[in-house]
């Protein structure tokens, strides 16, 4: 595994080591297909997102230099392109039903659902991507205070929901 | 006592806590639940957004790469870094498990610093991360019988089976090894857990309890301790055996 940071191999890639773009693509490739997978709600269209994330990092490594995480730029491009892919396939064809949940996840997916787009967001990037609370604001664009007092919120009604001991 | 509030607790699941907070669900069963329900709603978020990537999709993408042929003095320079770096690590890095708490506590004996000794031995090889259905929590307490011994080091390794999941770690009762032991961190929410501990101090005899852990379970588990090392004052070391004792259930 290399022990490069991102920024040390997004330097690197710039100057044609391909072996730093590699370790940035395993190091990066199972939350992009995930991201896309959860957005898009489609394990085939994430796939392709992944390589259509890939390609674009390629072609902007030229001028690319991290200001913030690697994940904070990959987040807006993978979700646009996971929204596009999801818009696309709201006219489901007949028979492509979407898997049932099992109860965990038919659970998360009740919370997020009661939570709204915004906090379910903020909660999905801290839970399932892993991402600190500045990461989250500087992908998303809006201030910390923002992100906190939208976990918080969050947070606050996973706590009411949960059954007392 | 005064509880955590809902952020300082994702802060602790997230590993980002001051050494307070983290201290603080070491001693607060309340607080220790909820940072276990966060930590379990989050690991059964990354689960469900985990997409298998096929070998094919990898090339696909890798293949677009140019590659850069290196010069031939290139090739040179780097097999020679190469055989220079693996020399290194022969010589300076020992790798993880060549050695034990016995030799922490004998670094330490001399004034050396036996933190990184400690951090290697207990080291867990790719922790596997468990999502436990259900919310029982139990209290394992954990012994080396010394007999007439005294306890100056120990090291001990524990397994669960698949029903449960490692999520807490507590010192035990003698003053000697009141402090929770030292242990991988990335272990917790898994199934097996390496702790080791030494004093410089007054040892313990007879049975002593080293540590208490906590566990998730979805039904009652079954537990294995193996003695790794253990040592007398001044370095001897001794077979003992282990014992875990289940305290009761804190749901």
């Known amino acids: 595994m290399d022990s490069r940071s991102d920024a040390d191999l997004v330097k690197a890639a710039r100057r044609g080591d391909a072996a730093a773009f590699e370790a940035l693509y395993y190091r990066h490739r199972d939350w992009v297909a995930g991201l896309a997978c959860r957005i898009c709600g489609d394990r085939e269209a994430a796939l392709d997102i992944l390589q259509e994330t890939f390609a674009y990092v390629f072609k902007k490594l030229p001028e690319l230099e991290l200001r913030a995480g690697f994940r904070t730029f990959l987040y807006p491009v993978i979700k646009h392109r996971s929204i596009d892919r999801k818009r696309a396939r709201r006219t489901l064809p007949e028979g492509s039903e979407p898997e049932a949940p099992t109860s965990v996840q038919g659970a998360i997916d009740a919370y997020l659902n009661q939570l709204g787009e915004e906090h379910a967001e903020v909660v999905q990037m801290r839970f399932a991507d892993g991402l600190t609370l500045d990461e989250i604001a500087a992908a998303l664009e809006i201030p910390l205070g923002t992100v906190k007092s939208r976990l918080h919120h969050a947070l606050e009604i996973l706590r009411r929901k949960k059954p007392n001991p | ?251």
């Open chain 2, 1 to 251: 006592m005064e509880h955590l509030d809902e952020l300082a607790q994702d802060r602790v699941r997230a590993g980002e806590g001051s050494p307070e907070e983290a201290q603080h669900i070491l001693e607060c069963l309340q607080c220790k639940v909820e940072v276990e329900v966060l930590r379990f709603m989050a690991n059964s978020m990354k689960d469900a957004q985990a997409v298998e990537v096929p070998a094919e999709v990898d090339r696909a993408i890798l293949s677009t790469i140019p590659r850069r042929r290196r010069p031939a003095w290139a090739v040179f320079a780097g097999s020679a870094a190469a055989i220079l770096a693996v020399a290194i690590t022969l010589t300076f890095v020992m790798p993880a498990h060549a050695v034990d708490v016995v030799d922490a506590y004998a670094l330490s004996r001399k004034g050396g610093d036996a933190t990184e000794i400690l951090r290697k031995c207990t080291a867990v090889d790719s922790p596997r991360k468990r999502n436990i259905l259900g919310n029982r929590f139990v209290a394992i307490d954990v012994y080396v019988e010394a007999g007439e011994r005294k306890l100056a080091a120990w090291q001990v390794e524990i397994t669960a089976d698949d029903r449960a999941a490692i999520v807490g770690v507590e010192g035990g009762a003698m003053p000697a090894y009141h402090d929770p032991p030292t242990y991988d961190p990335k272990a917790l929410q898994g199934g097996k857990i390496v702790l080791a501990a030494f004093t410089t101090g007054e040892a313990p005899s007879g049975r002593v309890r080293v540590a208490r852990l906590h566990l998730m379970e979805s039904a009652k588990v079954d537990l294995d301790g193996r003695l790794v090392a253990a040592a007398a004052p001044g370095g001897a070391r001794f077979d003992a055996k282990v014992t875990l004792e289940r305290t009761g259930d804190s749901r």
